[in-house]
Structure formats: structure tokens, C-alpha cells
């Protein structure tokens, strides 16, 4: 059953600055777009890389090595080389801290 | 388009058949591939691959299903052995023939063979196939002494992972920096002083003149040093497969020379990826570009070509290596007369552009930060002068710049 997982700060969470954040084994990246916090898998699907660390404007995610784009609110994978959406995460805040259900 | 023959079923042959299934429902495409496996990318054979790590979706990026279902009629172990132009076809190394009313060569490159005395010893290894790559893997495991011949991106990546596999490893190098043909030497200091703290002896400026056989072992001659070596990999750069397209009479020189969609000097026959030699808006000049986004880029404006559409391939050239821990992206032509302005970005990241004599962005080095790729691209497409002070300065982002 997935639970919620306290992952990060409300106040850490830079307008499109993504974080990244694990959660046993599980690696996410997160991102406050205008419209509230979001959550997805960090890692690339097209090869292996941290999205977290990769670029992100207007909604959109940009893997940092072959600059694949993803849309953050859905996962879906935007450009080649990716073809395979990012996991999507429900995210809530609660007395500013940030959680996750994983 | 009727019938579309590509030779090579490599990146930029597998690029090109599903650029042209997209475009044009109808058309047959034939695939002929010499290796026996289906298409995959190269990068990870001298990274993931060496290590024994997954690859991912980076190495066979599609499924074996995937060229049936889009009636790509995808056959490997075909050499093709000549092309007869006149009469529209290709005859196999088999000694079938295959007529085609359009034509695609996307032979890629083959690695260059050292030409010193003593290179035909089976203990000097070459890297291009995965077939290459799974015997290069096989001798890592016993932990030999490797020297590496040529100190560019293949060569330094191997370096990387032999290292990584527990191999005592010598980098010799003729030029006086690594990475000499892609990065200024800023960089190269930097790719080399990562190399040194990982244990990698590096020999620059020493150029190879022969390989001795010893019992149990090579000895490399490069004048001034000597280097004991169990095993010789050479990364020395890549060949253009031409032998095609030259006894068929095509306009040829260190590549296939074709225009910018890849239209050859013969009518109907076409170029794809890195053994075409074309236009480059951005460089200005006819290159032949060795890197990942040429083979999965340029085979699309191919097809279109193909299909009629006038839509020249006109991309910035970027590449990327993985070395260790690091990643390093370049972009642009940070040419080494140009300017190099380092804008920090944290621990072990930084961004380095190069600017030209007008202050324009010209290319930029990207290290452990790809995050700044995109804004880096805009600011060298916009191709206008940037304040120095603004570019080295973290705080101020780059896209306020681009
Ligand atoms: C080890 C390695 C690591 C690399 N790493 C990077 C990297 O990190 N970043 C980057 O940007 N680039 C990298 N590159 C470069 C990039 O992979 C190449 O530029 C790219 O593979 C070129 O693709 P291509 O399809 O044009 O040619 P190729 O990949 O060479 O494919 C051509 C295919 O055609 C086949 N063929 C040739 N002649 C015939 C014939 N007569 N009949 C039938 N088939 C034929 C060949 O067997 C081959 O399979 C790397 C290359 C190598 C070798
Ligand atoms: S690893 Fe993300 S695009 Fe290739």
C-alpha cells in the first residue's frame, strides 16, 4: 500500500527549481509550478539520468543529458529521445512541510 | 516513394526508416544491416556496456517487434556489397539483388587501425561494435595493464571504465591535451587532472611509433616513454565507410558529400549520419560531425528529403561524454581562439562559454551541468553580444541572458 512520506521543506522548493528526494529506493524529483507542487520519478526514461537535475520551464522538464522533455503535471514524455512517461506522485503540504504517497 | 533501400542499420539507418514510415505510410523501406544485431546507439559501448551496467533503452532503443510493426523490413547480417546505379539496385554480399527507387547510405564510420609497427598484434583492440565491446569487456575482467592510444573522447572513456574495473591504465596521447579536437584547453586540464586523481597516467604530446611483443606482455615505443602494457586499445578516431559510395561513382571526400538533407552527387541516392559530409549552417563550413545527434537528427531531414519537403538539418552541434562521475557536454564551436568565460554553478559544476571576437556566444562546455544546455543553446542561437561580467555571474540566469 503506498503511504505519505514527509520528503522535503515547503520553504526548499524554488518556482521551477527542481528537487530531488528519495524515498527508500524510490527517486523523485519535485517541482512548485504556479499551480501547486508536483511530484515524478527523477530518473530519465531513456537512459539513466537525475531530472532534478535538468532544466525546467514552463511546466515542462528537460533531461540534463539528452534533454528529453517531460510535462511535470502528467510525466508524459514530450520529446525524443524518451517515449516512456515519468511515474507521476500525489503531493500534499501540511503545516509547510512537503509529502508525498509512494 | 516507392521503394526505399538504407544500407546500414545503424542509428542513423534506424532514424531514417522511422522518420520516413512517419512521413509516407505507404513506402517500403528496406533496412540492411551487416552486424547481426538489430540497430543500436554506440554511446554506452564505451560506457555502461564496458562496465557490465545496464544501458537502459540507450543501447537497442527499440523492441525487435518494433520494425515489423511499422513494416520496416529490417534485415541484419546483410552486407551490401555493391551498388549498380544504372540499373537501381544493390546486390549483396550473398549475391542477391535489391532494386530500390531511392537510395540511403548511412554506413557510418569503422574505427581507425593504428599504423605503427607491431599494431596487427591480437592484444591491440579497436572499439566500434558491440561486438567490440563485449571482447574489450571479456579482457578488462582479467585486469590487465592498458595502454590507450589516443587520449579523445572513446579513448578517455575507456580509460574511465578500465580504471573502474581495477586496470592499471597509461593514456598516451601525441597532442599536447586531451580532447584536443572538441574542447578548449581549459577543459582539457580539467578532463586531465580528473584522470590523474582517479589513478590514469597520462602521456601527452607522445606520439606512438611502434609496439614490441614481449613474453606475456607489449611494450609501447612513443620515443621519450615506454609503456608496459598487457593490452593496447586505440582510440585514434574513425574512417568514413565510403568503398560504396566510391566505385559507385559518388562525389566523395572523408565522407559522402551531399547537401544539407543529404542528397548525394547522384540522383536518387542519399547520405545519412556520420559518413556524410554536408552544409553546416552553424559552422559555416562542410562538416563530417561524429556524434549522437547527427545520427538521430540529420536521417530525419533525410526523409523528408525523401519525401520532397525542403527542411535542411540545421541543428547546433552538441555532443556529450561520460567520464567517471562526470559529464561533459559541448555545444556550439567553442573554438580555442575564441574567448572562454567560466560561470561557476556549485561543487564540481560549472559552465564555460566561449566567445568570439564580438562577444557573441559561440559554444559552450557544460561540466555537471546539463541543466544550463538549453539556455546555453538560446544563447548561441541568438547568436547576439552578451555582457561578460552577467555570464560568469551564477546568480543571474542564463535564459535572462539568451
Ligand atoms: C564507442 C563509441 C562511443 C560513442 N560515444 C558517444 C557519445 O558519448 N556522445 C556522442 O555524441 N557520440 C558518441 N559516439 C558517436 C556516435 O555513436 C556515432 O557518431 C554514431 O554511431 C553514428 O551513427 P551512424 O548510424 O551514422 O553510423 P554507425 O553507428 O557506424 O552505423 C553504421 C552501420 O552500417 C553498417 N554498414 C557499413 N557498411 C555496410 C554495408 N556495406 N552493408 C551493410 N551494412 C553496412 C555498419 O556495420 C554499422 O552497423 C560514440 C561512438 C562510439 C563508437
Ligand atoms: S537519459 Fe534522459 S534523455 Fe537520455
Known amino acids: 500500500m503506498p503511504d505519505w512520506h514527509r520528503v522535503a521543506e515547503e520553504a526548499d522548493l524554488k518556482p521551477e527549481t527542481p528537487l530531488g528526494v528519495r524515498v527508500g529506493d524510490t527517486q523523485i524529483a519535485l517541482v512548485r509550478l504556479e499551480d501547486g507542487i508536483y511530484a515524478v520519478s527523477d530518473v530519465c526514461t531513456h537512459e539513466y539520468a537525475l531530472l532534478s537535475e535538468g532544466f525546467c520551464e514552463d511546466g515542462r522538464l528537460e533531461c540534463p543529458l539528452h534533454q528529453a522533455c517531460f510535462d511535470i503535471r502528467t510525466g508524459k514524455a514530450l520529446t525524443e529521445p524518451a517515449e516512456v512517461d515519468l511515474a507521476t506522485y500525489p503531493v500534499k503540504v501540511e503545516d509547510g512541510a512537503v509529502f508525498v504517497r509512494v | ?65 518494433f520494425y515489423a510493426a511499422r513494416r520496416i523490413a529490417l534485415r541484419t547480417g546483410a552486407r551490401v556489397a555493391a551498388i549498380e546505379p544504372a540499373a537501381g539496385r544493390v546486390v549483396t554480399e550473398a549475391g542477391e539483388r535489391i532494386g530500390y527507387d531511392a537510395l540511403v547510405l548511412a554506413t557510418g564510420a569503422r574505427a581507425r587501425r593504428l599504423a605503427v609497427p607491431g599494431a596487427e598484434d591480437p592484444r591491440v583492440l579497436t572499439l566500434r561494435t558491440l561486438d567490440d565491446a563485449a571482447a574489450l569487456r571479456a579482457r578488462l575482467l582479467a585486469r590487465p595493464r592498458v595502454a590507450v592510444v589516443g587520449g579523445g573522447l572513446i579513448g578517455l572513456e575507456v580509460a574511465a571504465a578500465a580504471c573502474r574495473l581495477g586496470c592499471a591504465v597509461t593514456v598516451l596521447e601525441a597532442a599536447e591535451r586531451l580532447m584536443a579536437r572538441c574542447v578548449p584547453p581549459a577543459v582539457s586540464d580539467l578532463v586531465a587532472a580528473l584522470h590523474r586523481a582517479r589513478g590514469v597516467t597520462l602521456h601527452l604530446g607522445q606520439a606512438l611509433r611502434a609496439i614490441e611483443p614481449r613474453p606475456g606482455g607489449l611494450v609501447l615505443d612513443a620515443g621519450a616513454v615506454r609503456v608496459e602494457a598487457e593490452l593496447v586499445v586505440a582510440g585514434i578516431g574513425g574512417v568514413p565507410n565510403t568503398t560504396l559510395a566510391e566505385a559507385a561513382g559518388l562525389a566523395v571526400r572523408d565522407g559522402i558529400l551531399t547537401d544539407a538533407q543529404g542528397r548525394s552527387s547522384a540522383e536518387g541516392i542519399y547520405a545519412a549520419g556520420e559518413v556524410a559530409r554536408f552544409p553546416h549552417p552553424f559552422l559555416g563550413r562542410a562538416a563530417r560531425l561524429e556524434s549522437w545527434q547527427v545520427a538521430q537528427n540529420q536521417p530525419a531531414a533525410v526523409a523528408r528529403a525523401l519525401c520532397g519537403e525542403a527542411a535542411p538539418y540545421d541543428e547546433i552541434p552538441w555532443l556529450w561524454t561520460d567520464q567517471f562521475d562526470w559529464n561533459l557536454q559541448v555545444l556550439g564551436d567553442p573554438d580555442p581562439a575564441f574567448e572562454l568565460v567560466r560561470r561557476p554553478a556549485g561543487e564540481g559544476r560549472a559552465t564555460f562559454l566561449a566567445l568570439d571576437a564580438g562577444g557573441r556566444v559561440r559554444g559552450a562546455v557544460l561540466l555537471n551541468n546539463g541543466r544550463e544546455a538549453t539556455p546555453c543553446r538560446r544563447l548561441i542561437a541568438a547568436g547576439k553580444a552578451v555582457d561578460r561580467a552577467r555570464l560568469a555571474d551564477p546568480e543571474v540566469p542564463l535564459r535572462q541572458l539568451a
Open chain 2, 1 to 65: 516513394m516507392a521503394r526505399v533501400v538504407i544500407v546500414g542499420a545503424g542509428q542513423a539507418g534506424r532514424r531514417c526508416a522511422e522518420a520516413l514510415r512517419d512521413l509516407d505510410p505507404e513506402a517500403e523501406i528496406v533496412l540492411l544491416g551487416e552486424e547481426p544485431h538489430p540497430p543500436y546507439d554506440r554511446p554506452p559501448l564505451s560506457k555502461a556496456v564496458l562496465l557490465g551496467a545496464d544501458p537502459g533503452n540507450g543501447l537497442f532503443v527499440r523492441a525487435p517487434e
